[in-house]
């Protein structure tokens, strides 16, 4: 919980990066381009990519597609960019109830197709979301193109959504993926948001987190997150919630320049690269922003006021450049079947210098102690994942999830899987998937926002 909240009369942290729906911003032309994706995925619109910086809002609006797509409609959520064609087949696959054992590529698309017919005729969509495609390998942005052609006489079977950052728009100009670029039909584009759009977006974050107050922010502390962010609604917050955390820590109610200048110092963003210009007519262009994982984090000091310090537990994150993505593949909230890879591998040397918080390591030792002796074919609950470096933020969460969990049953675990390193939090232990979707109901709401989900304990080694 945010030390600051009763001092401004908040009922919650208005301006975490989690992926909250509850605080999805409509304004800047983000909720016609829900509505238009919406419409894109439902009306057989083939291929649709959306694209926008990192923290420009793309799973946030990929969490509102998943919330707001018609009950017929089935999504799987591919999350990891890195897998092979065949592991691609084998995750769709395995959400849809196919055996992948000894089956060839050719035997192994020929049952998807079996299987997307039958739900076609039951009246039935299958919508599939794909997460960080940028990224994705050429041979598996070319299964993308060949999962595509999988059409029943009258519809398409199998709709796609990419979602990447625009260094995709780059990749798909060239001469070789001109099959899969004449296949997306649809182009979104999250641009960042105005300085007019940054006033309307803090208001609207203020307002939904229960503030009634006179706008604490003053005109030229709109105008300074406004330049310092670049529009992109991930620096926003973060901006916001350090500026806000250093008037409390002052003794303020109105936060001004000097909190922002506090703030930026404390983040540190990178100023955005210029791309490359790309311009394939767009059919829509929408506007981008909003939070990705976890709590933000702040540091105070204990010197004077509005300085800051590594945050003790109960903190949130502290840069605004944590990856948005998590490094596990997640189709309706199951993972993925492939090769058993070693997801806890050991990470860059580069990053070896991390310093974790207490707790952090704790969680550390308890999974070492726990994955010994754990069965392969059990589950668990995957609670967090996110950028190693982010040790305000996972510390953060650890503080929060053990305020109202089993703290003995949060394990937390580093990943250079995705060839990043990374930190995921997890909880529990069940015999079987339905076990744990039961637990994973049962979690307190704090924590579903987060967007929890089930996976095999065999992922992990």
């Known amino acids: 919980m945010s030390l600051y909240l009763d001092h401004f009369g908040l009922r919650e942290p208005p301006f975490r990066i989690t992926p909250h729906t509850d605080f999805f911003f409509t304004g800047a032309n983000r909720g016609p381009t829900l509505d238009a994706l919406i419409y894109a995925i439902t009306q057989d619109e083939g291929i649709v990519k959306v694209t926008g910086e990192v923290g420009s809002g793309k799973t946030m609006l990929c969490r509102m597609l998943l919330e707001r797509l018609p009950e017929n409609v089935e999504t799987l959520y591919l999350a990891n960019p890195s897998l092979s064609r065949q592991e691609i087949l084998g995750a769709i696959a395995d959400e849809l109830g196919i055996p992948t054992d000894g089956k060839a590529t050719h035997s192994l698309t020929r049952a998807l197709q079996d299987s997307l017919i039958e739900r076609y005729a039951k009246g039935k969509r299958v919508v599939l979301l794909i997460d960080e495609a940028h990224a994705m390998p050429a041979e598996s942005l070319e299964e993308i193109r060949l999962l595509s052609n999988l059409e029943s006489k009258a519809a398409k079977l ?175 909230k199951r993972p993925a079947p492939g090769p058993l890879r070693a997801e806890t591998q050991s990470p860059p040397p580069s990053t070896d210098k991390i310093r974790f918080a207490p707790l952090t390591r704790q969680h550390f030792g308890q999974y070492d102690q726990w994955i010994e002796d754990a069965q392969n074919n059990h589950y668990f609950i995957q609670l967090l994942a996110t950028d190693a470096t982010q040790t305000g933020q996972i510390e953060g969460f650890l503080a929060r999830a053990s305020s109202v969990l089993d703290p003995s049953q949060i394990r937390a675990y580093r990943s250079s899987l995705s060839g990043r390193d990374r930190v995921g939090v997890i909880f529990g232990d069940y015999e079987s998937r339905e076990e744990a979707v039961r637990a994973m109901q049962g979690l307190p709401e704090s924590i579903k926002a987060a967007q929890p989900f089930p996976r095999q304990i065999s992922k992990l080694r």
């Open 158 to 332: 199998l709709q796609i959504a990419l979602f990447a950052q625009p260094e995709l728009d780059e990749r798909l100009a060239a001469t070789d993926m001109r099959q899969l670029r004449e296949r997306i039909t649809q182009h979104f584009n999250l641009t960042p948001l105005k300085q007019a759009d940054v006033a309307a977006y803090i208001e609207f974050r203020l307002r939904a987190a229960g503030y009634h107050g006179p706008n604490p922010f003053t005109a030229e502390a709109v105008t300074m997150i406004a330049k310092i962010s670049e529009g992109l609604s991930r620096r926003i917050n973060i901006l916001a919630d350090k500026a806000l955390l250093a008037a409390y820590s002052s003794g303020a109610h109105e936060v001004g320049s000097n909190q922002i200048k506090l703030a930026a110092q404390d983040a540190r963003f990178s100023p955005l690269k210029p791309k490359a210009p790309f311009n394939p007519k767009p059919l829509l262009w929408g506007a981008g922003g909003a939070g990705v994982v976890a709590l933000l984090a702040l540091f105070i000091s204990s010197g004077p006021p509005g300085t800051f310090r590594e945050a003790a537990p109960g903190s949130a994150q502290a840069s605004g450049e944590a990856p948005q993505t998590n490094p596990t593949v997640q189709i309706s």
